[in-house]
């Protein structure tokens, strides 16, 4: 794995999903890793809050 988990988890608590994913493939690459680096970053919202596409308001 070209990038330690550490650098991830700091990575990701910047809190901008476009920016960690532009940083973790620069840092994998950096590090040694091959072309075709993938970067998946997803943010979860509240699973709490019953939020619909029918009623996006709550």
């Avoid at 700091?10 to 920016?19: P, V, W």
């Avoid at 994913?21 to 840092?27: E, G, N, P, S």
Wanted: charged share 20%; aromatic share 0%.
């Amino acid at each position: 794995n070209p990038v330690a988990e550490q650098d991830i988890r700091e990575t990701l608590a910047c809190g901008d999903c476009a920016q960690a994913a532009q940083t973790l493939v620069r840092m994998a690459l950096d590090n040694g890793g091959r072309d075709n680096v993938t970067v998946v970053v997803a943010q979860a919202s509240d699973m709490s809050v019953d939020k619909t596409l029918l009623n996006p308001a709550l």
